[in-house]
C-alpha cells in the first residue's frame, strides 16, 4: 500500500554477523548482542589466545585468527566463508594522538594510511558475501571533530570516514554501508591508552555528559545491532556519546 512503513526484523534470527575485532570490548559486545538476537556469530580477531577465551563465552559458529591489516589473509577468510553473510562490521583500528613536535612522520603515515586501507580492504573482500540489503558497518570517533594538539591524524580519519562510507554506501549497493562515530566508550582500548588517568576520566564524565553515565561498549553494540536491522538505513554516520560533543571545549 502506498505509504505504508514497510516491515523489519525485530532479531537477527537465521542470520550471520561477522564481527572484526570479536575478542574485546565493542567487537566483543556486539558479537553477544548479536546472539541475544538470535543470529550467529563468525568471530574475528588478531590474537588467538583472547579470541578463543572470547569465543568460550558466546559460541560462535566459526572463528578466524586475522589482523585486518593483512590484507593477503583478510582476502583469503572472506573466501574461505562456507556461504554468504548477512552482516559484517569491523571494530579494528584505534586513535593516534601526538603533538606535531613528537610525531614520528612514517609513524603517522602507516596509522593513517593503513586505517583508510583497512576499511577499503574489508569492503572490497567481503563484497561477494555479503547478501543484497546486508550491512557493512564500521566503527569511527567523534574525538577529532575539536580542533587540539595532538589529534591532528585523528582529525583528518575523522573527517575522511564518514566521506568513505557514504562513496561506499553507492558503489557497494545495494549492500548497505554505515559508520558508528563513538565518542568515549569504556573499553579495555580507552583503558590502555589512558592507563592510571582512566578513573579521573570515567569521574568527568559521569558528572559532565548529559546521561550522567559513561558510553560502554554495550550501548555502542545496541546501536550496531540496531543499523543491521533497519534495511532503510545507509551510507550515514551515527554518533553515539552521551553528549560529550554537546558540552564546552
Known amino acids: 500500500m502506498p505509504g505504508s512503513i514497510p516491515h523489519h526484523p525485530r532479531d ?5 554477523v561477522v564481527v572484526i575485532g570479536a575478542s574485546s570490548g565493542i567487537g566483543l559486545a556486539t558479537a553477544r548482542h548479536v546472539r541475544d538476537c538470535g543470529g550467529q556469530v563468525v568471530m574475528v580477531g588478531r590474537n588467538r589466545e583472547r579470541l578463543e577465551q572470547a569465543a568460550a563465552e558466546v559460541r560462535p559458529v566459526r572463528t578466524a585468527t586475522v589482523d585486518a591489516a593483512d590484507f593477503d589473509r583478510l582476502q583469503r577468510f572472506f573466501q574461505d566463508l562456507p556461504g554468504p553473510v548477512d552482516h559484517v562490521i569491523s571494530t579494528a583500528g584505534s586513535p593516534s594522538y601526538a603533538p606535531l613536535a613528537d610525531m614520528d612522520l612514517e609513524e603517522a ?3 593513517f594510511g593503513e586505517r583508510l586501507a583497512l576499511t577499503l580492504g574489508v569492503a572490497k573482500y567481503s563484497r561477494p558475501v555479503v547478501r543484497a540489503a546486508g ?9 577529532g571533530r575539536r580542533p587540539g594538539v595532538g589529534r591532528t591524524v585523528t582529525a583528518a580519519l575523522t573527517a575522511a570516514l564518514p566521506a568513505l562510507t557514504a562513496n561506499l554506501a553507492l558503489e557497494l549497493a545495494p549492500v548497505r554501508v554505515n559508520l558508528i562515530a563513538a565518542g568515549f566508550v569504556d573499553t579495555p582500548l580507552s583503558a590502555s591508552l589512558l592507563g592510571d588517568q582512566l578513573e579521573a576520566r570515567r569521574e568527568e564524565l559521569r558528572a559532565t555528559l548529559p546521561i550522567r553515565r559513561v558510553v560502554g561498549p554495550d550501548d555502542v553494540a ?7 536491522v533497519n534495511e532503510a538505513l545507509t551510507g550515514a554516520t551515527y554518533d553515539i556519546d552521551g553528549g560529550q560533543q554537546l558540552l564546552p571545549a
Not at 12 to 16: H, I, R, S, V, Y
Open 12 to 16: 537477527l534470527a537465521d542470520q550471520t
Open 109 to 111: 603515515r602507516r596509522h
Open 135 to 143: 550491512t557493512l558497518l564500521f566503527i569511527g570517533g567523534t574525538g
Open 222 to 228: 545496541a546501536l550496531a545491532v540496531h543499523i543491521m
